[in-house]
């Protein structure tokens, strides 16, 4: 099964831009890369999704590199609210049917 | 701004107790999911459902787990002998895509806790 991995915890200081990096080796051709963002005791909030190349939204951007093996989410001039656990999700094709999975989770804290 | 929703909010249950999670999904999503997170843990990913059926279900979705789509607009998760191992938080969520569309709207989540 896929293993989707990322770095435990980051730390930044505020107004600062963060780069946060996954790997998926086995994402599945079709699938998509999805970025979600948690708070403790709720449910994981969609930031950004893409496929190749780079997409931007108004709270961050996606870079995936040609060989789509991992994703860099991008949080430009963070700020304390941005702290939180933030999860890359993609589609395992590999064993003939689908499933998702989350990444390992990193841990952004943001100082003042 | 629709959302998914959860309940209950917390569910304590005795350990071999039938335990049934409910969730209202955002209403014209077709794709519905559930999840779980043991505290301190990433989320992981228990089943899919479409069109009335499971698509796809993890290795954590054993025969102790069922779930169904009752009415038009809810979706449950019945865990039919829970085992203290199960303590954790059940999250539902929708889309309107399925497989390789992952923007996923979750719910506030259920925490279960098994005496």
């Known amino acids: 099964l896929a293993k989707t991995t990322q770095p435990i915890s980051m730390d930044s200081y505020e107004g600062q831009e963060v780069n946060i990096t996954c790997s998926h080796n086995?994402?599945?051709?079709?699938?998509?890369i999805t970025w979600y963002q948690q708070f403790p005791s709720q449910g994981p909030r969609f930031i950004i999704q893409?496929?190749?190349t780079k997409v931007t939204n108004e709270v961050a951007s996606l870079f995936i590199p040609a060989d789509r093996k991992s994703s860099t989410l991008s949080l430009p001039r963070v700020s304390l609210s941005d702290t939180a656990v933030y999860y890359c999700?993609?589609?395992?094709?590999?064993?003939?049917?689908?499933?998702?999975?989350f990444g390992t989770g990193t841990r952004l804290k943001v100082l003042a | 701004e629709p959302e998914v929703t959860q309940t209950p909010s917390h569910q304590v249950t005795q350990m071999g107790q039938e335990v049934i999670l409910r969730c209202v999904p955002i209403s014209n999503h077709l794709y519905f999911y559930w999840y779980r997170q043991i505290l301190g843990q990433k989320v992981e990913f228990l089943v899919s459902?479409?069109?009335?059926?499971?698509?796809?279900k993890s290795e954590i979705f054993d025969d102790q787990f069922s779930v169904e789509r009752p009415d038009g607009s809810n979706f449950t998760l019945k865990i039919r002998s829970t085992k203290l191992e199960d303590s954790a938080m059940y999250f539902c969520?929708?889309?309107?895509?399925?497989?390789?569309?992952?923007?996923?709207?979750f719910g506030p989540g259920t925490r279960l806790t098994v005496l």
């Open positions: 999700l993609v589609g395992d094709g590999t064993s003939g049917t689908y499933k998702y999975i």
């Open positions: 893409g496929y190749k």
């Open positions: 086995n994402i599945a051709t079709n699938d998509y």
């Open positions: 969520a929708s889309s309107e895509g399925g497989p390789g569309y992952n923007e996923q709207f």
């Open positions: 459902f479409y069109n009335n059926e499971i698509s796809e």
